[in-house]
């Protein structure tokens, strides 16, 4: 039974009244957007909106530059039409990923490619960081002849928990020296430009649905970030959901393992310490994999932002000797894609999702050996694994995705009817 079709549908509908012809610039852009090239007439027939609008807001876009005429299409056996689509350099965006490990920094187009990146090494002090940053921004800009007037905005992406709507980071558990910093804010202050910021997770699921496109994913999606910490988000008829304050998708207290080590919490086998790269590490080192970090000497190992360069470069090895044949470590990464695959059994039962999407930085080393094991989980578990069949895939947009993801949901924000929450500064109308 359908509910409604319309409420199915991608495109949105406009209005023709004349005082709203800023939300309807959204709606004729978001249209053309998703369909990638299109006439006129079809705009007008999927939005709704008469054919003299959709005709005065196309001439303005194409002479604001965001579209432009290329080619012709042809609907059914009507005549061939004059088509349009995005001019995919009517409008760029910096995208920043802030990871306890590194930071990354792209420049990415109306289409959603990456023009440039950059990997700045950013100083321990917060206000000097974020001078390193503007400095970078202004490299990406000033290299690639970007005009400022072209300039969407920036999105920064950031581990949890953030307050989104004032662009402050709280206090993030793996990076120390953020703690209540103003970032978006000072980012502006220094830059110039409207910066937004959102966790880390977020930002993947807005990478997902803007430069994915949707095209293998569908419109409802569940997506599993593996980064130092795990997290996870959805995405609804093609919106990326982000809660109430922008912090969805904790889910480090989910128990997967009843037999599984101690948490702070007060549970036992939490994925936060069976399932990330620390607990991963540590158990191989338990086991006689690795020699004890001897420069660690505190049983809370890791827990330092000074040992994160050794954790990332233990964890790294771990999977490639997992990949490279040796069986232990295989067998523990076999193991903890089970765990996984129950956390995400959880999510979809929860949540009703027949799809899952992982990413994020530290999937590429995962891939391999947690796909099946997650679906074979996913599949046996399922409480409605006769209702539907689950797709488990990974993303196609790489390590770069949440700062992708970032720098999308400034487009996404000029494109799309609506707000974005947690938008710092300036309304639409000045972007
Ligand atoms: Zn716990």
């Known amino acids: 039974m359908s509910l409604s079709k319309q409420s199915e549908s991608p495109f949105l509908q406009g209005t023709n009244l004349t005082a709203v012809g800023d939300y309807n610039r959204s709606v004729v852009l978001d249209t053309i957007r998703k369909a990638g090239q299109i006439s006129r007439v079809e705009v007008s027939h999927l939005t709704g909106l008469t054919s003299q609008t959709v005709t005065n807001m196309v001439r303005k876009l194409i002479d604001s530059g965001l579209v432009q005429e290329e080619g012709t299409v042809t609907v059914g056996r009507g005549k061939p039409r004059t088509?349009?689509?995005?001019?995919?350099?009517?409008?760029?965006?910096?995208?920043?990923?802030?990871?306890?490990?590194?930071?990354?920094?792209?420049?990415?187009?109306?289409?959603?490619?990456?023009?440039?990146?950059d990997l700045p090494d950013l100083p321990d002090d917060s206000a000097q960081a974020i001078a390193a940053l503007a400095s970078t921004v202004s490299l990406l800009l000033g290299r690639n002849g970007i005009p400022g007037k072209r300039m969407g905005g920036i999105g920064i992406a950031i581990p949890g928990p953030v307050d989104a709507r004032r662009g402050t980071v709280l206090d993030p558990p793996n990076l120390s020296g953020w703690r209540n910093v103003r970032l978006a804010h000072d980012l502006e202050l220094?830059?110039?430009?409207?910066?937004?910021?959102?966790?880390?997770?977020?930002?993947?699921?807005?990478?997902?649905?803007?430069?994915?496109?949707?095209?293998?994913?569908?419109?409802?999606?569940?997506?599993m970030y593996m980064g130092l910490g795990i997290a996870f988000g959805t995405v609804r008829h093609g919106h990326v959901y982000q809660g109430r304050t922008g912090n969805v998708g904790e889910m480090g207290h989910i128990v997967v393992d009843t037999s599984g080590p101690a948490c702070w919490c007060g549970q036992r086998g939490c994925v936060a310490v069976t399932c990330d790269p620390r607990s991963l590490v540590k158990q191989a080192e338990k086991e006689g994999l690795f020699p004890a970090p001897t420069h660690v000497q505190d049983p809370r190992a890791f827990n330092d932002s000074a040992d994160l360069p050794f954790l990332d470069e233990a964890f790294k090895s771990l999977c490639q000797r997992a990949h490279g044949g040796d069986e232990v470590c295989r067998d523990l990464l076999l193991e903890s894609a089970g765990r996984i695959g129950r956390a995400v059994t959880i999510l979809t039962d929860l949540w009703d999702m027949d799809t899952v999407v992982f990413g994020g930085p530290y999937w590429h080393l995962l891939k391999d050996i947690y796909l099946n094991r997650v679906a074979q989980?996913?599949?046996r578990r399922s409480v409605l694994r006769q209702v539907h069949n689950f797709k488990v895939l990974s993303t196609t947009l790489g390590g770069d995705i949440a700062a992708i993801g970032a720098a999308s949901a400034i487009l996404d924000h000029d494109l799309t009817p609506g707000p974005a929450p947690g938008m710092s500064g300036r309304d639409r109308s000045a972007i």
């Not at 496109?213 to 997506?223: I, S, V, W, Y």
């Open 83 to 117: 088509a349009i689509r995005l001019n995919p350099d009517g409008r760029y965006a910096v995208g920043i990923h802030l990871e306890p490990a590194k930071t990354t920094v792209i420049l990415i187009n109306l289409a959603g490619h990456i023009i440039d990146r």
């Open 190 to 223: 220094s830059t110039g430009l409207p910066v937004f910021m959102e966790k880390d997770v977020t930002a993947a699921c807005h990478g997902q649905t803007w430069a994915g496109r949707g095209e293998e994913t569908g419109q409802d999606f569940l997506f």
């Open 377 to 379: 989980v996913l599949r």
